[in-house]
């Protein structure tokens, strides 16, 4: 019945992921799939949550069914968190996790300007966000990020070829800690790209899964409120996943500013009828456990305070893993990682020392050499470190 299909491309992170997982050698490490781990190699139940878990089991709270688009007070709290209080609420659904805010996005745009459009992703993007969107039907297009040292941002050719794309076409945006590559734009560099979205017509899509871990929580959110306040034609999706140590919760949202009371109706149904025929309604607890931190002035701040801390640990990283690097004969040959931001760096090892690392060291990296920083501690960076330095030697 099924023998027509043909294997869709293989997710090269979920491939890694697997084999870390089917390594036997004790001294493994994951640095393939995104995730934070803590200094003990654990991926953290944070205090917050665990307190905010805590008052759902002693509060014997249920679980019925809820609304299509989720929790009201949630998509509030989220709204306030990253656009500020007594701003507009935006017309917003929560979804599953970042990736659902990014599906439902695309199936709504879909709906909206027609799969005609063409839809801009940096050149690299997270290799899901292609996908995604060609799945609703859009074409897809990159647009250049990188330097030719593939290490720094490159402004010039990014506003080039945005300015380059048809009037209507969607742009996807990492609000930050850009995934693979760590490279994000400088504060300074925000409004021309912003300008270029607005004089050309272009649509913004900004996707954010890491706020909190690059220069701040309010830092963080600048870009995304720079675009907000342009007026330009913005969706955003959200996701908690790492910001809350939530990922097998799937919690997240989509929200789209600027809509008037009737759009805002239209956007809302389509929403609610996307949900209602891929899964009815959003999960509950991860959205519950969001909902009662950022309604706790105490919960919200311990939170707030654990994520810097979390965000301080993969600095302390970055160095010394540079310095390490160095000392054991590399040079400055990986001083970029100490400059970026986030889980996340493309290493420049080649997908051949990729794979050394994995066959003789244990170290399981994506094949285009990202690393996840946030998976370094004590214990393995020396191992790391030594391993790394070894595969560019030899
Ligand atoms: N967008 C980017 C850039 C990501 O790296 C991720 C990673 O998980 C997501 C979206 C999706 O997040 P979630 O796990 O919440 O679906
Ligand atoms: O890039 C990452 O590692 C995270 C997690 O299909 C992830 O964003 C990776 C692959 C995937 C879903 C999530």
């Known amino acids: 019945l099924f023998g027509t299909l043909d294997a869709p491309e293989p997710d090269e992170i979920l491939r890694s992921n697997q084999a870390f997982a089917a390594d036997p050698r004790a001294h493994k490490v994951n640095l393939g799939i995104g995730m934070y781990y803590d200094a003990n190699g654990r991926v953290p139940l944070m205090r917050a949550v665990s307190e905010a878990q ?8 249920p679980w019925p069914y809820g609304p299509a688009l989720g929790s009201e007070t949630l998509r509030a709290h989220l709204a306030a968190l990253v656009f500020g209080e007594g701003t507009p609420v935006p017309v917003s659904a929560q979804t599953l996790g970042g990736t659902g805010a990014l599906g439902m996005g695309a199936t709504l745009l879909a709906e909206a300007i027609g799969p005609d459009a063409v839809v801009a992703l940096s050149t690299p993007s997270w290799p899901n966000h292609a996908p995604i969107f060609a799945r609703a039907g859009f074409t897809i297009r990159g647009y250049r990020y990188l330097d030719d040292a593939g290490t720094a941002f490159d402004r010039e050719g990014m506003l080039a070829d945005l300015a380059a794309l048809p009037r209507g076409s969607v742009v996807v945006l990492h609000a930050g800690c850009h995934n693979p590559t760590g490279v994000d734009p400088a504060p300074e560099d925000w409004p021309a790209i912003v300008e270029i979205l607005r004089a050309h017509g272009l649509i913004a899509f900004v996707d954010a899964a890491y706020l909190g871990f690059g220069a701040g929580w309010s830092q963080d959110c600048a870009p995304i409120r720079l675009v907000r306040d342009s007026g330009v034609a913005m969706l955003f999706s959200l996701s908690c996943s790492k910001s809350f140590s939530l990922y097998g919760e799937r919690t997240g949202c989509l929200m789209i500013p600027h809509q008037d009371d009737a759009a805002a109706r239209g956007i809302a149904a389509h929403a609610a009828a996307y949900a209602r025929t891929q899964y009815s309604i959003p999960p509950g607890h991860g959205a519950r456990i969001v909902e009662i931190i950022l309604g706790d002035e105490a919960l919200r701040a311990d939170w707030l305070a654990e994520l810097e801390t979390m965000r301080g640990r993969i600095i302390d990283l970055r160095h010394a893993l540079v310095s390490t690097l160095a000392a054991e004969g590399m040079g400055d040959r990986m001083g970029h990682l ?46 790391v470190a030594r391993a790394t330095a070894e595969v560019c030697r030899h």
């Open 54 to 61: 805590r008052r759902i089991v002693d509060g014997g709270v």
């Open 338 to 383: 100490g400059r970026q931001h986030g889980l996340f760096s493309q290493s420049g090892l080649t997908r051949a020392q990729v794979a050394r690392l994995a066959a003789e060291h244990a170290i399981h990296a994506i094949p285009d050499g990202r690393i996840c920083i946030a998976a370094l501690n004590e214990g393995n960076l020396g191992h």
